[in-house]
């Protein structure tokens, strides 16, 4: 299978694992770094807690033993998305609107290789926010084609 194939599987998967719990799927990812990773990314409204990756971990591992879909050596692992995770789906966007996000691109985009902004509005083409330059955020928004970026997070302040 190939990774997309894989990732839409496994969200098959875990999703009647979540069904009646207060957890809910962020993301699946099938990754090859060094070895092959399954990263099952889960958030509750709370905060998510140990017992919640390892309740998820353990169901999943039965499921995927049981049915052995990949073919891989690979590594499950469950966790929290993190504070800083990119924005992928429209959930993540809409969650953001009004808020600082980190642009970045995969090569410069009127010289610059990232930036940061307000995020405004989003489609599957594009995404509207104003820019935030110096600390100050600009009067007029901009539209950024999707394509030309590699990752969108929230913007954390230290």
């Not at 969200?11 to 099938?30: A, F, G, N, S, W």
């Not at 469950?78 to 009004?98: A, E, H, M, W």
């Not at 090569?107 to 330059?133: A, F, Q």
Request: with cysteine; aromatic share 8%; net charge negative.
């Amino acid at each position: 299978m190939k990774r997309e194939e894989v990732e839409k599987y496994i969200t098959e998967l875990v999703m009647p694992i979540l069904k009646d719990t207060d957890l809910m799927l962020v993301d699946v990812e099938y990754v090859r770094e060094k070895d092959w990773y399954l990263r099952i990314y889960i958030d509750k409204p709370e905060g998510i807690e140990i017992d919640d990756c390892q309740f998820v971990s353990e169901k999943l591992a039965e499921v995927l033993d049981d049915r052995d879909p990949i073919k891989e050596k690979y590594y499950l692992e469950v966790s929290s998305p993190g504070i800083d995770r990119p924005l992928k789906k429209d959930k993540d966007f809409t969650g953001n609107y009004g808020k600082k996000v980190d642009v970045q691109f995969f090569s410069p985009v009127d010289g610059n290789k990232e930036l940061t902004g307000i995020l405004l509005s989003h489609s599957e083409t594009d995404i509207e926010l104003k820019r935030i330059i110096k600390g100050k955020e600009e009067k007029n928004p901009i539209r950024i084609e999707r394509k030309l970026i590699a990752v969108i997070r929230p913007h954390i302040d230290f």
